[in-house]
């Protein structure tokens, strides 16, 4: 048999949250990326949100590197800055895939890339294009809120960070932009190409469409100005929205007193009969957004369900009724009116009480739904892939990631519309899909980049170069930048100072590198446009000639001199000569320094033998790292071995049964039954947990296993309480004991003349307060098996609010066309269930009828709550980890790092982290395993860098330092002598350190210093920091 050839990289086509969490992921396991996008930047719908829920995050600053410039938080998507662009990964926009052949492991992609007309690496971002542009298009960006020219860049922090001209016929009588560029980056002649790549696997991306409301004639979009869809009404509260983050009505400007949000706007149709997933809780957000950014204005909310079902979604519901006052109407629009004197909005429907009525706003926000994208059906012809009945990516229950052709995989909305979290989990699943199709082929196709011996220069005078770029007319038109120079060239230390033409264009890295050996630099100050871009594209220029990037001080000349003193150039040229002279004079205390590289274990722990720990295990033990599998009972198989049948048909006992096998069978997967982790202690490459077992009548045993990360996957469990005369009646049963009749005893079901379900069921000792999620959609199941074995038996669900969302709805839709009825109940008037002579009584309070209904059923199914792992608190406890409010595990970030704790090399799958379906939590599972390879994948672990540092002789042992840390990382070391030889001081570990600097701010003895911002590297005897103005 001849051996498929396999290659070391992986197309991911789709930029946007998705598309780069998968391209980072790959990247830092090994494999070379190209990141498509058709859009002129990558981002996403993402990139044009203002904030998340429920924390309300900035979405730029927790989606880059620079979330407060220096931040040490975690990011998603480095790529919005180029200067965090991953060596590994090849960006390629206005791209789009048009054919791929070959077989999995050896791809051939045809990529059609459109012209963009601006040359990426000499376009300086001087505006100069856009200002002389006569031509005004709708902004995509603001959402067509605003125009922009025809020249333009894509969004505030663009990647590429380079402008784009959409050409069009009144280009050629024109061609200003390409005269008037500096630096001659723009060619209207630019002309299509096609490239051809070969790649390992594909990852498709693609994300999904707003539905344009404009043919819902009823509804004014397009004809009324204040009518806006969500989209837009995000732009407005951003503060880079078109209105800087103020809310106001497009038609004149006035802030609303009253606005209405109307939902299911292109989702629960007939045109779209699916829900949409997201529409609810941004709705929500934005109204809590109203509120918070115009007090006193009225928001009201009309749904027909409150599908608030992910994780602290429902606290977020709840609160924005209590605290901030949001009203919600479940009804259905019919139409909207305009008043013609006031532009206000008129909105008719019917209550609840079928009822006709109306109300007026100043502005209504239509929540508008998810389409397929518009290249999907020629994507799919292209990649020979299927698409579902809705226009959406087809996929399996249990391969939740793969698309129909081998070695393609698909991640985020493209599959079926999701939020931002469970796109993210996604791409860190599907990028663990294409590690196992191309094992041990990471760092084939990786060209490491080699730099000369690192100087010794520690005992050297300082010999500094200052370097300052004109980048006219951005910078030299207003700061006057050989002023500037000459000023810094009689500052002590300085042996060279240079003017560059462009410093980041061909020739002024060259320059720099020139200099740097001709005048034995040994520090260099730059000063250019912003370190949020270009800092590490000067960190390698001097790294090229030997000398450590700490040795490097970069000045803001553009973004802190010449852009925010542009009507006064004395004054940007002062203050520009003062950040240069305060720069020299650190630069003179600066000292080199680096990470440290460490040996590590590149093995794994998973706690947990349900269907998230089974599966994390195999992935993992597939990529050729030892696993140490720990399940607290005598089986495998947690939550799922009470699962026999699914919404969709896979059969999930057969799922198991498989798992199970192949975890037996697998080498690689020590599986420790009847076990549980006693004792934890380490950091990411490196912890030591002890574990013991007991079981079989023997006491019990205890060892030790070293090991790089940890999976945790401790599952959840049904509740069980005392309601609703659940364990005092015989036909009182849950969802799952019904979902095993219906399985095992289907003669049971033609017997049976009515059958009651109730819907979230709660505990009358202690408050459930999150939705399970999965709870509806196994009642349409069961409803739905009752009906075809028997369709005369009666079948009533009563409920607060159905949740099937995403393609889910096609079971609530199936089960009403069978007769199954639905009654809705309010909070106050829940189900009241008898025993009268043993027959059950079920009483409720329909809300439409206003009345009480009697029900005398055979069969009464109750929704009961997946509640957390008992031994979530004591495994918390023993790991360090946060537990969130209902007593799962909490993750580091909500939406953007689902799947990682704060502390490094633990990740989290399946029920313990939130009550979840089983595609779900496969693809989570899934993703543990990916941000595991990130760190397994490594052959040694780099710690360290800009981190806090203790000088124990200092330390007094006042333990301000381990209460003040966000991050618990101080401990107090037993061996080491602090101040007059105590025992005992404190010890920062570096690999665990994030470098926020409390510690350091905090000690009341001055013992703890920051890497590259000690105390006498920022307060400086000789040249002050906050020292008097320079004369211009």
């Not at 780069?20 to 990326?33: E, F, N, P, T």
């Not at 990037?549 to 940007?572: I, K, M, T, Y």
């Not at 019990?700 to 309480?721: F, M, S």
């Not at 602090?978 to 009341?1004: D, K």
Request: include cysteine.
């Amino acid at each position: 048999m001849v051996q498929r050839k396999m290659l070391g990289s992986v197309m991911v086509v789709g930029a946007g949250v998705g598309g780069m969490r998968a391209a980072i992921d790959l990247a830092d396991s090994g494999y070379k990326v190209y990141l498509l996008d058709s859009a002129p930047s990558v981002g996403g719908i993402v990139a044009q949100l203002g904030f998340m829920f429920p924390t309300h995050d900035c979405v730029l600053c927790r989606g880059t590197s620079d979330h407060g410039y220096g931040c040490s938080r975690p990011s998603i998507s480095p790529f919005l800055l180029d200067h965090s662009r991953h060596p590994a990964i090849e960006i390629m926009t206005n791209s789009t895939v048009v054919g791929a052949t070959g077989l999995p492991g050896d791809f051939t992609v045809t990529v059609h890339h459109r012209p963009r007309y601006v040359d990426v690496d000499k376009c300086i971002n001087c505006d100069e294009c856009s200002r002389v542009c006569p031509v005004d298009l709708g902004s995509e960006y603001q959402a067509g809120l605003v125009t922009r020219k025809a020249a333009y860049k894509p969004s505030v922090r663009a990647a590429p960070n380079a402008y784009v001209i959409e050409r069009g016929p009144y280009c050629d009588p024109c061609r200003k932009c390409e005269e008037i560029c500096p630096t001659g980056a723009i060619n209207l002649d630019e002309q299509e190409s096609y490239r051809e790549i070969r790649v390992g696997a594909i990852i498709l991306a693609v994300g999904y469409k707003l539905y344009d409301p404009t043919p819902a004639e009823e509804l004014g979009y397009g004809r009324y100005p204040n009518v806006i869809t969500g989209l837009q009404f995000e732009r407005l509260t951003s503060r880079s929205g078109p209105t800087e983050g103020v809310v106001e009505r497009p038609s004149d400007g006035r802030r609303p007193e009253r606005i209405a949000w109307i939902q299911c706007v292109g989702s629960r149709d007939q045109a779209h009969p699916y829900c949409s997933s997201i529409c609810c809780m941004y709705a929500t957000k934005e109204a809590v957004l109203a509120k918070q950014r115009l007090p006193g204005v009225e928001c009201e909310i009309f749904i027909m369900d409150e599908r608030a079902f992910s994780k602290e979604y429902t606290a977020y519901f709840t609160q924005s009724k209590d605290l901030w006052n949001v009203d919600y109407t479940r009804c259905r629009i019919s139409e909207i009116k305009e008043d013609p004197g006031t532009q206000n909005l008129i909105l008719h429907y019917h209550d609840e009480a079928g009822a006709l009525q109306s109300k007026t706003f100043d502005m209504v926000v239509l929540s508008v739904g998810s389409e397929p994208p518009p290249m999907a059906v020629a994507l799919a012809e292209d990649m020979d892939i299927e698409l579902n009945e809705y226009g959406f990516c087809k996929f399996d229950k249990f391969e939740p990631l793969d698309t129909s052709r081998p070695g393609v995989f698909v991640a985020g909305a493209f599959a079926t519309p999701k939020e931002i979290a469970e796109t993210v989990i996604d791409a860190s699943g599907a990028a663990a899909r294409c590690m196992a199709l191309l094992h041990g082929k990471s760092g084939t196709e990786i060209t490491k980049v080699e730099y000369p011996p690192e100087k010794d220069v520690s005992g050297e005078e300082p010999r500094i170069g200052v370097f300052a770029c004109l980048c006219r007319p951005t910078i030299d038109g207003i700061v006057d930048v050989q002023n500037v120079l000459s000023s810094a060239g009689q500052l002590p230390g300085v042996v060279h100072v240079q003017a560059l033409e462009y410093g980041c264009l061909a020739g002024g890295p060259e320059a720099m590198r020139e200099a740097i050996r001709a005048h034995n630099l040994n520090r260099v100050i730059i000063g250019a446009c912003t370190p949020r871009t270009h800092l590490a594209l000067f960190h390698d220029v001097v790294r090229q000639e030997g000398l450590n990037p700490q040795l490097l001080e970069f000045v803001s000349l553009r973004d802190n001199c010449a852009w925010v003193h542009r009507d006064d150039p004395r004054g940007a040229t002062r203050k520009a000569r003062e950040e240069m002279r305060v720069a020299v004079a650190r630069s003179r205390h600066l000292e080199p320094y680096g990470k440290e590289t460490r040996e590590f274990s590149r093995s794994a722990l998973v706690i947990g033998g349900g269907l998230a720990g089974m599966t994390s295990a195999l992935a993992i033990a597939d990529e050729g790292h030892p696993v140490t599998l720990v399940e607290k009972t005598d089986t495998l198989g947690g939550y799922l071995a009470h699962l026999y049948q699914t919404a969709e048909g896979p059969n999930p006992q057969r799922l198991l049964k498989s798992l199970i096998k192949r975890v037996h069978n697998h080498e690689l997967i020590d599986l420790c039954h009847n076990t549980e982790v006693i004792g934890f202690e380490g950091h990411v490459g490196n912890f030591k947990a002890r574990l013991s077992c007991s079981g079989n009548g023997e006491p019990p045993r205890c060892w030790e296993v070293e090991h790089g990360v940890v999976v945790v996957a401790t599952g959840g469990a049904e509740y069980k309480g005392n309601v609703y005369l659940y364990g005092e009646h015989p036909r009182v049963i849950t969802q799952l004991d019904l979902e095993k009749k219906l399985s095992l005893d289907i003669d049971m079901v033609r017997d049976l003349k009515q059958v009651v379900m109730i819907q979230c069921v709660n505990s009358p000792d202690q408050e459930i307060p999150y939705c399970s999620r999965t709870c509806c959609t196994n009642t349409m199941k069961n409803a739905i098996l009752i009906k075809k074995i028997n369709p005369a038996c009666e079948v009533y669900v009563l409920y607060k609010d159905l949740i099937t969302y995403g393609f889910r709805e096609q079971y609530y839709t199936e089960a009403r066309e069978r007769g199954v009825l639905f009654l809705r109940y309010r909070d106050e008037d829940e189900p009241k269930v008898e025993s009268l002579n043993g027959e059950l009584l079920v009483k409720v309070k329909d809300v439409i009828l206003g009345q009480e209904l009697t029900f005398a059923p055979d069969l009464l199914s109750l929704s009961m709550a997946i509640l957390p792992a008992p031994s979530n608190p004591q495994l918390a406890k023993l790991l360090g980890l946060p537990l969130s409010s209902e007593g799962f595990f909490m993750e580091d970030n909500l939406k953007l790092r689902p799947m990682d704790f704060t502390r490094e090399g633990i990740y989290l799958a399946g029920l313990a982290h939130y009550p979840k379906f089983i595609e779900e939590t496969i693809a989570q599972a899934l993703a543990t395993a990916g941000r595991a390879m990130t760190i397994l994948s490594k052959e040694r672990l780099q710690v360290g860098g800009t981190i806090a540092i203790v000088d124990q002789v200092k330390c007094v042992g006042c333990l301000t330092c381990v209460r003040v840390c966000p991050f618990h990382i101080p401990q107090v070391d037993p061996t080491a002598q602090g101040v007059g030889a105590i025992i005992g001081a404190a010890y920062i570990e570096p690999s665990l350190c994030t470098g926020c600097g409390t510690c350091t701010s905090e000690c009341p003895a001055n013992a703890i210093q920051l890497r590259h911002y000690r105390d006498d590297q920022l307060v400086l005897a000789e040249e002050p920091i906050l020292g008097q103005w320079v004369a211009a």
